[in-house]
């Protein structure tokens, strides 16, 4: 059973969270707060096994709470995943949020469907983005000062001269020429796992596209984040952008 607190200042939304996941077996909501504060001592009181965590709250906002859930005391298998639950209308709550050590993120306005997996993959281990979430990450992360260029750096001459070429406004991919240690410890196959990471695509995606099975992708996934010294595949995508690895086309 997965033991689930829902935290967010709006009793409605609270409530509607609660009925969505209750709904599903295997998910049990077990509590909830309106705040930062409450949802740390919850956690203290009713050890849940996920957070399904709010940004903007009055006094100590979601932020700041994940940050000292994912820094508290003891085991880390012990501490909850936090699930943060966003409107995006701030780019630096995403990113805030990621250093805070949040394993997933998915619109308010995603389907039932999608929030009960949500939960269903963090309380796993997994980390989450929806695609919608990627595809900010990537953007967020390609506009900030001399992504680009190492990106086009590390693709060697020519490679910015072949992006203009390409544009379509999807990923593209980009072969360094002066991988970094951390990246040269990959395999070939595990560089692929990388890439296909900064997409957003699944385990099961990553399966299909490599005709694997997904508990080959889980351990390619694992290796990857290990040798890179990554905590999970949420910071797999900022790592592959900020280091070259691909690129989004112009």
Request: aromatic residues 4%; negative net charge.
């Amino acid at each position: 059973m997965i033991r689930v607190l829902v935290v967010d200042d709006q009793a409605l939304v609270r409530g509607g969270f609660r009925t969505i996941l209750d709904s599903e077996d295997g998910i049990e909501v077990v509590g909830e707060a309106e705040n930062g504060e409450e949802a740390i001592a919850q956690v203290a009181e009713l050890r849940p096994d996920v957070v399904c965590m709010d940004v903007q709250m009055p006094g100590m906002d979601g932020l700041e709470a994940t940050r000292r859930i994912t820094a508290s005391a003891g085991d880390a298998a012990s501490r909850p995943a936090v699930l943060v639950l966003t409107t995006f209308n701030r780019e630096d709550y995403l990113f805030s949020a990621l250093e805070a050590g949040a394993s997933g993120f998915l619109l308010k306005n995603s389907s039932p469907e999608q929030l009960i997996e949500a939960v269903q993959v963090v309380a796993r281990g997994d980390a989450l983005l929806s695609p919608d979430v990627t595809r900010r990450v990537i953007e967020a992360v390609a506009a900030r000062p001399g992504v680009g260029a190492r990106a086009v750096d590390a693709a060697g001459p020519g490679a910015g001269d072949a992006a203009d070429r390409g544009a379509t406004g999807e990923t593209g991919r980009v072969s360094r020429t002066d991988p970094t240690p951390e990246l040269a410890t990959l395999t070939d196959r595990e560089r692929e796992v990388l890439e296909f990471l900064a997409e957003g695509l699944s385990n099961a995606e990553i399966a299909e596209r490599m005709w694997v099975g997904e508990a080959t992708v889980k351990t390619h996934v694992s290796k990857v984040l290990m040798k890179l010294g990554l905590r999970d595949r949420v910071h797999a995508v900022v790592y592959a952008y900020e280091n070259g690895v691909v690129r989004p086309s112009a």
